[in-house]
């Protein structure tokens, strides 16, 4: 039985501003596609035999991730995945574990149901963990290297698949090329090797055994719970009893915060695989990137004749070799090269190609500073539409809110603000205290300090609305929730 483990836990901030803590990169449609890299993650895996995948990501991602899951069974008719939720980030090889954990007593419970002989071969819960946000081109050649790997797996090798390096790669780890393994398409691996600086990837390169890590895994379930036992039983206990006191959270399994934070934050790679005697590799060449970069997204994308990638409004003169993306307005560039240029409605990034690696200490500066452009966009999706904060002073603050219909926001008050809604397209449904009224295009309605209200959206088309909001204090954790239809009781800035 293989089950694949989407792993979409990160926040990918080397591609700040477009991915942010609120809003990361996996979630985000970054090629030439109108999928999101969780998403086309998801299409991947479409001609190959699995079990229900299951994706683990982070609790305050739970409803985009819900959201364009449905999107793909709606449109794609793909069996939904199953969401856990991690409280907190602890690395890859909890994320697995507590994914292990759940992929034998799935298998095991369907043997139940079954009365399907233990000695019938497939019968073990196989994972197969894949990052959420890489870009794979050719899908037939991922699928085959799948179907190699699986083996190896059975045969209770821990496998990784390696990339062939196109050039000396410093922001990759690498993996040093073993003897062949009998019979099969893998290899031993010798060794995992961190980043390198430029001397010791050139020297990687021109010595032929070293393939780039690229953080895909196949194992027994079983196997790697065993060499997690031997090898990082403080992540194994954390993560048993996360998952036996699990909770289910409408359509999310939410592991035990308390149990899950004790365990260790480590990776799979520094816990298991650079221990274990039994790591394999099979080559995986099937136009892969991690993209980790500006340049990896580049290198994704189609360049016109002057080695340029443009996305949005964007006019060039005498221009070459530069990324440049504009998301809200126009983007004129002229006699640069070599450049990144990213604008968002409300941060724009420049930077030379050398130094893109460095964007993380610019996100690291904008936390130590207290500031929050690392963490949400000025547009944030909610599980109910979305909303964009267009203006804000002192004392006042004016958002933009779209309710998806038949959405409904929770049903609360606010200690110190008040609130005016204007309706712009569609018709609101509106609850001021023990009053029900319905509220059309070009009506408004107020919101006193301390009412008890909520908006839903009765119609067919998205209901489009001006919120004004005035006060001492208007911060999003002043929200008191009496019933949500999302399960939210916790306040999460920006949430309605």
């Not at 409408?250 to 695989?273: E, H, K, Q």
Request: hydrophobic share 45%; glycine share 8%; aromatic share 6%.
């Amino acid at each position: 039985m293989l089950f694949p483990i989407i792993m979409a836990g990160g926040h990918g901030s080397r591609l700040w501003p477009l991915s942010r803590q609120q809003h990361p990169k996996q979630f985000l449609a970054l090629l030439d596609t109108d999928w999101s890299l969780l998403q086309a993650t998801l299409l991947r895996l479409q001609g190959l035999v699995t079990q229900q995948p299951l994706v683990i990501c982070h609790e305050d991602h739970r409803f985009l991730a819900a959201e364009q899951l449905r999107q793909l069974a709606q449109s794609q008719s793909l069996t939904a995945a199953q969401i856990m939720l991690e409280p907190m980030g602890r690395n890859t090889a909890p994320a697995l574990a507590v994914a292990a954990l759940y992929a034998e007593q799935t298998a095991a419970a369907m043997l139940n149901e079954t009365g399907a002989s233990p000695t019938v071969t497939d019968t073990e819960a196989i994972i197969l963990a894949l990052p959420a946000d890489h870009a794979i081109s050719d899908v037939r050649a991922f699928q085959a290297a799948i179907k190699a790997a699986l083996p190896l797996a059975q045969a209770g090798k821990l496998v990784t698949f390696g990339i062939t390096p196109t050039h000396a790669e410093t922001g990759y780890g690498y993996l040093r090329r073993g003897a062949p393994i009998a019979n099969t398409t893998g290899f031993v691996v010798d060794k995992f090797v961190e980043k390198p600086d430029q001397a010791t990837a050139d020297g990687y390169l021109a010595n032929g055994n070293y393939d780039w890590n690229s953080g895909i895994f196949m194992m027994q379930a079983s196997r790697y719970l065993g060499e997690l036992a031997r090898w990082q039983p403080e992540v194994l206990a954390a993560c048993r009893a996360a998952l036996a006191k699990s909770e289910r959270d409408l359509d999310f399994i939410r592991l035990d915060a308390t149990s899950f934070a004790a365990s260790p934050d480590i990776s799979v790679d520094y816990g298991v695989m650079e221990h274990t005697s039994e790591a394999a590799m099979v080559a995986l060449a099937a136009g892969w990137s991690d993209v980790g970069s500006w340049s990896a997204l580049a290198a994704q994308l189609t360049p016109d004749a002057q080695g340029n990638t443009v996305r949005g409004d964007v006019l060039t003169e005498q221009v070459s070799n530069s990324l440049i993306m504009a998301e809200h307005r126009l983007v004129a560039a002229l006699g640069v090269q070599d450049l990144v240029v990213i604008e968002t409605k409300d941060a724009v990034l420049v930077a030379h190609k050398d130094r893109e690696q460095e964007v993380k200490q610019l996100v690291a500066r904008l936390a130590a500073a207290g500031r929050t452009e690392h963490i949400v966009h000025r547009e944030c999706h909610r599980p109910w539409g979305k909303f964009d904060a267009i203006d804000s002073g002192d004392r006042y603050q004016v958002k933009r809110i779209t309710v998806n219909p038949g959405a409904r926001l929770s049903l609360q008050l606010h200690h110190h603000r008040a609130e005016h809604w204007v309706v712009v397209s569609g018709t609101a449904r509106v609850t001021l205290g023990d009053e029900v009224r319905l509220v059309s295009e070009n009506q408004s309605v107020y919101i006193p300090v301390g009412q008890l209200h909520a908006l839903e959206n009765p119609g067919k088309l998205p209901l489009e609305l001006i919120e004004v909001q005035s006060g001492a204090y208007l911060g999003e954790d002043d929200i008191v929730r009496f019933s949500d239809s999302y399960g939210r009781t916790e306040c999460v800035k920006g949430e309605g």
